[in-house]
């Protein structure tokens, strides 16, 4: 019967990774390991995605915030799940994930919901390098790097437009649709008042697409239709 190993160094290295349960740069080899965590953020992105672009929802999104809100969720789902992989890893980290959650929440100013969402997720990644659990690490940092160049390939603005009477609100509002659209853009609302003689239109730009252009082409506009507009938002 052969002896067992003197030391940790002289088992197999395929043995070995399952004991370190993802932690170093020998757990890149573990393809399991690696195959489950893919699978894992890719199935957390999906069904977050799901419900985050329900069609009855996002029929009913009226303002930039409700527009924007899939990214937030989406983003939000991503990070629980790597904390999931970290605690089920280190458990002890749980309450150290709960205390930096509290602390980016309650002292630190962060501005939108999307944002906050990203600085929890650069701190998770710090975290799994401070753990070595560089796959996590790693993987999670490609992943979000495309998953925000996706999320973020249009951006959605407002114009409002105002110095506009009653019978003019409608050939404006046609007028600015049009051109937003010959320059690529989506018109996702748009939202009259009739009693303050104003236009508000939200739409979605291509990656790209400066103001100055946009500006340009409301110029040509008739002058009773252009009115004065600029940006909300």
């Given at each position: 019967?052969?002896?067992?190993?003197?030391?940790?160094?002289?088992?197999?290295?395929?043995?070995?990774?399952?004991?370190?349960?993802?932690?170093?740069?020998?757990?890149?080899?573990?393809?399991?390991?690696?195959?489950?965590?893919?699978?894992?953020?890719?199935?957390?992105?999906?069904?977050?995605?799901?419900?985050?672009?329900?069609?009855?929802?996002?029929?009913?999104?009226?303002?930039?915030?409700?527009?924007?809100?899939?990214?937030?969720?989406?983003?939000?789902?991503?990070v629980g799940a790597i904390i999931a992989i970290i605690v089920k890893v280190q458990p002890s980290m749980a309450l150290v994930v709960f205390g930096i959650g509290g602390l980016m929440r309650f002292r630190t100013n962060?501005?939108?919901?999307?944002?906050?969402?990203?600085?929890?997720?650069?701190?998770?990644?710090?975290?799994?390098?401070?753990?070595?659990?560089?796959?996590?690490?790693?993987?999670?940092?490609?992943?979000?790097?495309?998953?925000?160049?996706?999320?973020?390939?249009?951006?959605?603005?407002?114009?409002?437009v105002q110095g506009l009477d009653k019978d003019t609100l409608q050939p404006a509002a046609d007028a600015y649709g049009a051109a937003l659209r010959e320059l690529g853009c989506t018109v996702v609302g748009e939202e009259k008042r009739v009693k303050k003689g104003s236009l508000a239109i939200i739409y979605r730009a291509p990656r790209g697409l400066a103001r100055n252009t946009i500006e340009a082409r409301f110029a040509e506009l008739p002058q009773a239709e252009r009115g004065t507009f600029g940006w909300e938002g």
């Open positions: 019967m052969r002896a067992p190993p003197d030391s940790l160094s002289e088992v197999p290295l395929a043995n070995q990774i399952p004991q370190d349960l993802g932690l170093g740069w020998a757990a890149f080899y573990d393809l399991g390991f690696i195959t489950s965590m893919l699978m894992i953020l890719a199935v957390t992105i999906s069904l977050a995605a799901l419900l985050a672009y329900h069609p009855t929802t996002r029929a009913k999104a009226t303002t930039i915030e409700e527009i924007e809100q899939p990214k937030t969720f989406i983003m939000y789902a991503l962060v501005g939108e919901a999307k944002d906050t969402g990203r600085v929890i997720l650069v701190t998770v990644i710090g975290l799994s390098c401070g753990l070595e659990l560089y796959v996590v690490a790693v993987l999670t940092a490609a992943l979000s790097w495309v998953l925000i160049f996706v999320l973020e390939r249009n951006t959605v603005e407002r114009v409002v």
